[in-house]
T-cell receptor
Framework: DQQVKQNSPSLSVQEGRISILNCDYT??????FLWYKKYPAEGPTFLIS?????DKNEDGRFTVFLNKSAKHLSLHIVPSQPGDSAVYFC????????????FGKGITLSVRP | DTGVSQDPRHKITKRGQNVTFRCDPI?????LYWYRQTLGQGPEFLTY????????KSRLLSDRFSAERPKGSFSTLEIQRTEQGDSAMYLC?????????????FGSGTQLSVL
């Protein structure tokens, strides 16, 4: 049972345009959400997070939006750069229950020069 | 800040052998996690330590798996009687004092191949 779903396995965008990566979750107890980026042969690197008390968090070119009623979040990258090409994982946690993060399967983003 | 270090980076073993992986977290981090990632999947939680205490274990962690963090610093993950299904990337992560779910710092992982 996938509690965190990243239904699109890949996304290709032109350099300078916006990248929108989507994530859905099913567990209504999740209250903290994170995005990680992973390059080949490296571990995942934290990118940005959002608490369920917010609906938007911004850090430079990266913005995460949370729609709790739809159990949906998205990561916007503007403008996209070739160095952003990587696998992006959405993760969620129920901070009151335990210490684990539940990850989606990831989306491979390719930014074309 | 030297980051989370994992050793070895790659391990090839025959089915039935025992293997042990090591993780050195970031020095001031008191929380340490093990995750496993298979091809096409996201990382899956295995276990969590706060200092030397193992506070959580996943159902994925069968009796053949054991993890330790003897002095609250480095950690080891041992797999006994390896099976082909154990082939995966084993990721270690650490986090500083505070809310445990926030901003984990991952190592580069140990890629295990069981032949």
């Amino acid at each position: 049972d996938q509690q965190v779903k990243q239904n699109s396995p890949s996304l290709s965008v032109q350099e300078g345009r916006i990248s929108i990566l989507n994530c859905d979750y099913t567990n209504s107890m999740f209250d903290y959400f994170l995005w990680y980026k992973k390059y080949p042969a490296e571990g995942p690197t934290f990118l940005i997070s959002i608490s369920s008390i917010k609906d938007k968090n911004e850090d430079g070119r990266f913005t995460v939006f949370l729609n709790k009623s739809a159990k949906h979040l998205s990561l916007h990258i503007v403008p996209s750069q070739p160095g952003d090409s990587a696998v992006y994982f959405c993760a969620a946690s129920d901070t009151g229950a335990n210490s684990k993060l539940t990850f989606g399967k990831g989306i491979t983003l390719s930014v074309r020069p | 800040d030297t980051g989370v270090s994992q050793d070895p980076r790659h391990k090839i073993t025959k089915r039935g052998q025992n293997v042990t992986f090591r993780c050195d977290p970031i020095s001031e981090h008191n929380r340490l996690y093990w995750y496993r990632q298979t091809l096409g999947q996201g990382p899956e939680f295995l276990t969590y330590f706060q200092n030397e205490a193992q506070l959580e274990k996943s159902r994925l962690l069968s009796d053949r798996f054991s993890a330790e963090r003897p002095k609250g610093s480095f950690s080891t993950l041992e797999i006994q009687r390896t099976e082909q299904g154990d082939s995966a990337m084993y990721l270690c992560a650490s986090s500083p004092p505070g809310r445990p779910n926030e901003k984990l710092f991952f190592g580069s992982g140990t890629q295990l191949s069981v032949l």
